[in-house]
């Protein structure tokens, strides 16, 4: 393909900005020029929406083998062990499951990754053309033993810079060490990498931080390695949060059990992203998630998938037409806000807004007519992904708009 091409859309979605009967033209990777109507050398893309192209901020690509996500039902902790038991029964299934998530993550929009990698993965798991997004090595243990092996994954894993970018994701409080948390901040602050942690994530979370108790401390000691000097400090998810906003970008996943004083904390801090997994937290039967409250109160917000095995895909789009469908007092082009640009400032990558941002765009097949703005239908049910551009170039596209644009 060339360095430059020109696409005539119907509809363009930049930030809060919609055009009509545009022609986008792109080159080397980036937006050229936005003209009205359509241009000689155009090539026609039909009635859609071309749109920021959206960021899945938090995933796990090793489980996207999984047909079924693994079953919510019961006790958090019972779906851990299941998920330790999936791993251990399948550690050859690795570098396959990353190449079929992220080509699925194409096919349904998604233009960057926020990845959590553990083990069995290499750099050439990531080395598709078109891969974009942040691989996060995920580091976690208890003991100081544990912790000193950690730290040296997590310096290894930054300093190897080849290939994609690179982040440190300190698991979550009930498997990993404060003291590894802080060693992970003071990587990050050394080499401005992203961090990613879990936190908040259920009520038990909370009560082994509080008391050293509940079905955290039983799982801890299932698998051996529990202590009781582990948890005799009360700790809240504050006291990570205030650990973390000393990193130079921090993402804090899940969140669903924060509180007013901790909401209040992050949305004081502009560096700090909170990434919800609408469907996830569904399965889960969490309570309400405090994602609307974090905005209201200035904080940022972006959106995740999680990973096959809480959730029965990867698509970004179909988080966002299950918030659309779900919550009706929220308009879809804030939905769009948190599912693309948001993701990309979480993520350390530029918003379109800025000169010289590449060119990720979603293609969004749009189910009716095209004459008024797609802005409050865009997450409808009957409309559908139809093509995902990185850097300029096409990644996927269904069959049906490929052929046409390859015969141009």
Same mark, same amino acid.
């Given at each position: 393909?060339?360095?430059?091409?020109?696409?005539?859309?119907?509809?363009?979605? %930049?930030?809060?900005?919609?055009?009509?009967?545009?022609?986008?033209?792109?080159?080397?990777?980036?937006?050229?020029?936005?003209?009205?109507?359509?241009?000689?050398?155009?090539? /026609?893309?039909?009635?859609?929406?071309?749109?920021?192209?959206?960021?899945?901020?938090?995933?796990?690509?090793?489980?996207?083998?999984?047909?079924?996500?693994?079953?919510?039902?019961?006790?958090?902790?019972?779906?851990?062990?299941?998920?330790? =038991?999936?791993?251990?029964?399948?550690?050859?299934?690795?570098?396959?499951?990353?190449?079929?998530?992220?080509?699925?993550?194409?096919?349904?929009?998604?233009?960057?990754?926020?990845?959590?990698?553990?083990?069995?993965?290499?750099?050439?798991?990531?080395?598709?053309?078109?891969?974009?997004?942040?691989?996060?090595?995920?580091?976690?243990?208890?003991?100081?033993?544990?912790?000193?092996?950690?730290?040296?994954?997590?310096?290894?894993?930054?300093?190897?810079?080849?290939?994609?970018?690179?982040?440190?994701?300190?698991? $979550?409080?009930?498997?990993?060490?404060? &003291?590894?948390?802080?060693?992970?901040?003071?990587?990050?602050?050394?080499?401005?990498?992203?961090?990613?942690?879990?936190? $908040?994530?259920? =009520?038990?979370?909370?009560?082994?931080?509080?008391?050293?108790?509940?079905?955290?401390?039983?799982?801890?000691?299932?698998?051996?390695?529990?202590?009781?000097?582990?948890?005799?400090?009360?700790? =809240?998810?504050?006291?990570?949060?205030?650990?973390?906003?000393?990193?130079?970008?921090?993402?804090?996943?899940?969140?669903?059990?924060?509180?007013?004083? /901790?909401? =209040?904390?992050?949305?004081?801090?502009?560096?700090?992203?909170?990434?919800?997994?609408?469907?996830?937290? $569904?399965?889960?039967?969490?309570?309400?998630?405090?994602?609307?409250?974090? %905005?209201?109160?200035?904080?940022?917000?972006?959106?995740?998938?999680?990973?096959?095995?809480?959730?029965?895909?990867?698509?970004?789009?179909?988080? !966002?037409?299950?918030?659309?469908?779900?919550?009706?007092?929220?308009?879809?082009?804030?939905?769009?806000?948190?599912?693309?640009?948001?993701?990309?400032?979480?993520?350390?990558?530029?918003?379109?807004?800025?000169?010289?941002?590449?060119?990720?765009?979603? !293609?969004?097949?749009?189910? &009716?007519?095209?004459?008024?703005?797609?802005?409050?239908?865009?997450?409808?049910?009957?409309?559908?992904?139809?093509?995902?551009?990185?850097?300029?170039?096409?990644?996927?596209?269904?069959?049906?708009?490929?052929?046409?644009?390859?015969?141009?």
């Amino acid at each position: 393909m060339n360095d430059t091409q020109s696409y005539h859309v119907e509809w363009l979605i %930049i930030g809060d900005e919609s055009q009509s009967n545009v022609t986008v033209r792109m080159s080397d990777g980036c937006v050229a020029s936005i003209e009205p109507g359509r241009t000689a050398d155009s090539i /026609e893309l039909g009635p859609v929406a071309m749109v920021e192209g959206l960021v899945n901020a938090h995933t796990h690509l090793e489980f996207s083998s999984l047909n079924h996500p693994i079953p919510t039902t019961g006790q958090f902790t019972d779906w851990i062990r299941n998920v330790v =038991k999936y791993r251990r029964e399948n550690p050859g299934l690795t570098s396959a499951a990353i190449g079929t998530g992220i080509m699925e993550s194409w096919q349904s929009g998604t233009t960057i990754l926020g990845e959590i990698s553990t083990v069995g993965w290499s750099s050439a798991n990531y080395a598709k053309p078109g891969f974009k997004g942040v691989v996060f090595q995920e580091v976690l243990g208890l003991h100081p033993e544990r912790i000193r092996q950690q730290t040296e994954l997590a310096r290894s894993h930054i300093t190897d810079t080849e290939g994609e970018a690179r982040g440190i994701s300190p698991h $979550a409080p009930y498997s990993t060490h404060l &003291d590894l948390v802080r060693e992970s901040v003071e990587i990050a602050k050394l080499t401005n990498c992203p961090l990613a942690m879990h936190l $908040a994530e259920t =009520k038990a979370e909370l009560e082994l931080l509080c008391q050293g108790s509940g079905e955290f401390r039983e799982m801890l000691i299932d698998f051996g390695v529990w202590r009781d000097d582990l948890f005799q400090s009360p700790l =809240k998810p504050l006291d990570y949060l205030e650990l973390l906003s000393n990193a130079p970008c921090s993402l804090v996943i899940h969140g669903n059990y924060l509180d007013e004083r /901790e909401l =209040k904390f992050l949305a004081s801090q502009p560096q700090m992203t909170l990434v919800y997994c609408p469907r996830t937290h $569904a399965a889960f039967g969490h309570s309400e998630h405090p994602w609307r409250r974090l %905005i209201d109160l200035g904080g940022r917000v972006a959106i995740g998938t999680d990973s096959r095995a809480s959730n029965p895909d990867l698509s970004l789009f179909a988080e !966002l037409q299950f918030l659309a469908a779900s919550r009706t007092d929220v308009t879809h082009l804030d939905l769009l806000r948190l599912g693309s640009r948001n993701g990309r400032i979480a993520l350390s990558f530029k918003p379109h807004s800025e000169n010289e941002a590449p060119a990720d765009f979603t !293609l969004i097949q749009l189910a &009716d007519s095209v004459q008024r703005s797609p802005q409050p239908e865009l997450f409808g049910p009957t409309n559908r992904v139809c093509g995902t551009m990185v850097n300029g170039r096409w990644v996927w596209l269904a069959p049906d708009l490929a052929t046409q644009i390859l015969s141009h």
